[in-house]
């Protein structure tokens, strides 16, 4: 397949930044996304010119690092996949593919498509969690959890964070991901004696770090890879209700 | 965190977005209702008139609510988009609208239309200035005002208040054209309201969509069935016999 690449390149985060075009020559179609861009790096280094950086880690869609806003869709437009189980027989051989860094206030770019994602850790950080003190390992079965909690706890703790929805939300709203974790969170017992405390400080680490406002148009879930729903972000409005009518620090 | 957050975080806004806009779409409800009664004749809809302009300690109450759920819906609305823009600085060189339809991209443009139509409807129906009614100075409107309409009674006659302000096309293209936008800002919004609330859930979800799409489409045929029918001639003969 032979391709060219619109590619958004940017020094730091000083720069402007514009977009470059890149021929990809060669490229098979079962290459992922990123081999692809490897491939192309590979040429532009013997070239004695500055490889394309882009995040990436696991490689097999679990770990939440790639991303990348392909031809205008976060992760590329493939339902429920990252940008780096996405592969190129996805695309026509003469294809124009774009490629840009998710764009949002909250997560600035660092250089070319690699973000700065450390707001949603200081969005964990101000409540995504348990506290528990540690110790033996409890007995399995003594916190008793239903099959209709844990499946919705696990379907809300699929979210591995990449930040695919605040990037497709025309508001760049952390929404989906802040109520992934708050929902997963508040389904079962251990996490439900912080709900209240919880949805309060992680709210007003979102709202701090910049995000838009959710207006219910589910981009978010249309890009996210792990197909979260929108159902979530009711919950946490619930959740958060709660909070204020109960008081909260 | 209680109860004034809502004026301060984006979720509280987000509540007060929906409260807002669940009285007022009460009242865009009950107000069809009434003015349906057009269809029942001239004694319905007069006596029903009377009656509300009548209780001057209902009506005020009743207008200055309708103010204030009005102002704190477009605040929330104006404040949250600001902070929504701010959100993005840099756009996107390509972007793609992936699931988000029409109506929900452009909740704040067909809410603002709306506004103005509401002003423009309050000078028409309820102040009566004569300069926005089209109708000119008549023997019937020696001012061009309806205020100067009576019937039999003696009760302001808003049966051929209503008759000659839609038989003007003018009013009423703008009348059913606003009457679309509120259709879309409602096939939206009322179900985004649940949501906002925290009342949606797998479970409710699709009675959730349904009554939306259900309620909007109400709302529209209820109102311009109004103007149409006046447009295709219901009352001309009661207006024409007042002539
Ligand atoms: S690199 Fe880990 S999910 Fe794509």
Redesign the interface.
Known sequence: MNLTL?V?RQKNAGDPGR?VEYPATGIIPDMSFLEMLDVVNEGLIAKGEEPIAFDSDCREGICGTCSL?I???AHG?QRGTTCCQLHMRFFKDGDVI?I?PW????FPVLRDLVTDRGAFDRIVQSGGFISVNTGGTPDANALPVSKVDSDRAMDAAACIGCGACVA?C????A?LFVAAKVSHLAQLPQGKVERTQRV?NM??Q??VE??????????C???CPKEI???F?????????R???K??? | MNITNVFASSIGKKFLMAITGLALFIFVALHMVGNLQVFLGPESINRYGAFLQGNLELIWPARIGLLVLVLLHIWAAVKLSAENRAARPQPYVKHEIVAASYASRTMLMSGLIIAAFIVYHLLHFTVQVPAVNLVGQTKLLPTGSFAALEDAKGRHDIFAMMVLGFQRPLVSVFYIIAMALLFMHLSHGLSAMFQSLGLKSPTYGPLIARFAVIASWLIFLGYVSIPIAILLGYGSKYVEALK
């Open positions: 619109r958004w977009m806003v031809n205008g869709i437009g774009t840009e764009r949002a206030k909250g497709a025309k508001n760049a709203s929404m309060t709210v007003k979102m709202d910049g995000f838009g406002n959710c207006t219910v148009t589910g981009s879930e249309a890009v729903s929108l159902d972000i009711a919950q946490m409005n619930r959740e958060y209700g909070a204020i009518l008081g909260t620090k």
